[in-house]
């Protein structure tokens, strides 16, 4: 039995000593050569792979995978037949991994890296490893991810042209909304989002999973400057958002990527007030109650952060004004109003007042 480490471990750690890149290789993989199932819960590994022998080691809790290979039997990521056994050699397991730099292993100091990854580091190529990358269309997403994360290496013709084989195939249309949603929060917080955009563009998969989104290179600009400045997810994807032309696409966008409920209500209520962004108390305090400012301050920060990158707005008076309305007694008020009714408009007036007094 043989162990060797793998994966994204090594790529990253590559990437550090080959190219400098300020990597710090974190989780290790582990693929083992030469064993069988019984033998790994023999040595008290713990078994936790659905599909495939996977393992847990019993001290470290680093995975060990049993070398494998696989075969397609059916459309889809799901649609595989694994093998896995003693007689499954490393360069059978690396062969099945998608790009060449990731179908890298290390034991102590030494490299096997039977398919030329090291190389296309340092030409900053993102290759496939075998014919068999066309077999899964995750794969496609994976490498829009990897543009986005590394974004001086750029996608060989024969990948390339592979991926938009699959997606005139099909194939890319068996992609599911959770799995399409995880690779792309993954490239949304990577410095370079819009390069996951351009890459599935480039291939045709953008236009094939996402019609009702045309892409729009200035709006790309600015979700780069989301980037650049380090905003959060939901303000990222808001900004993603603003490339989708009404309300009604973006319900139709959200059913296909399933966002978390956080994502979609941010993408929404940007959709609802972008037009309605000013500054006058009147402007300010009604963006504020549509935006649930009072109730959800957080959120309406979000907003603002949305409306200064895409909008250039200045939002220096629309947070003071929030801090001017919240410091409203909107319970002393409630009391001391006769007709209950009229509580939301007397509150309304207070807060309006308290703004022209502290804004105008």
């Not at 582990?30 to 819960?41: I, K, Y």
């Not at 480039?202 to 989301?226: D, H, M, Y």
């Amino acid at each position: 039995m043989q162990t060797y480490l793998v994966g994204g471990y090594v790529r990253d750690l590559l990437m550090h000593q080959l190219l400098g890149y300020p990597i710090q290789p974190s989780d290790r993989d582990w693929v083992v050569v030469g064993a069988s199932p019984d033998e790994m819960l023999q040595q008290g590994f713990l078994p936790v792979g659905k599909d495939f022998p996977v393992f847990l080691h019993p001290q470290t809790h680093e995975e060990y995978a049993l070398a494998r290979t696989e075969r397609k039997i059916s459309r889809g990521y799901h649609g595989f037949r694994f093998y896995a056994q003693a007689d499954v050699s490393l360069e059978e397991d690396l062969k099945r991994r998608d790009l060449t730099i990731n179908a890298i292993a290390m034991k102590g100091n030494q490299l096997i890296d039977p398919y030329g990854g090291v190389e296309d580091i340092k030409a900053k190529c993102f290759r496939h490893v075998s014919e068999a990358f066309s077999e899964d269309p995750v794969r496609i997403l994976r490498v829009a991810r990897f543009a986005a994360r590394f974004k001086e290496f750029s996608v060989a013709e024969s990948t390339m042209q592979l991926m938009t084989n699959m997606v005139n195939s099909g194939e890319a249309d068996s992609l599911v909304g959770e799995r399409i949603f995880k690779e792309m929060r993954r490239a949304l917080m990577a410095n370079a989002p819009e390069r996951f955009i351009q890459t599935l563009q480039a291939c045709g998969c953008w236009q094939r999973l996402f019609a009702e989104v045309p892409i729009n290179p200035a709006q790309l600009s600015t979700l780069k400057k989301s980037a650049d400045i380090q905003s959060s997810e939901l303000v990222r994807f808001a900004v993603l958002s603003d490339l989708i032309p009404s309300e009604e696409s973006l319900n139709g966008f959200c059913e296909k990527i399933k966002p978390t409920a956080e994502i979609r209500d941010l993408m929404i209520l940007w959709h609802r007030t972008k037009n309605q962004f000013e500054n006058s108390p009147e402007g300010l305090l009604n963006l504020m109650q549509k935006a649930d400012a009072f109730r959800r301050p957080q959120r309406y920060q979000s907003l603002l952060a949305v409306a200064k990158l895409v909008l250039s707005y200045d939002d220096l008076k629309a947070k003071r004004a929030l801090e001017v309305a919240s410091s409203i007694d909107t319970k002393r008020i409630a009391r001391e109003t006769e007709n209950k009714r009229t509580i939301a408009n007397s509150i309304y007036q207070a807060r309006l007042r308290a703004l022209k007094e502290a804004i105008l």
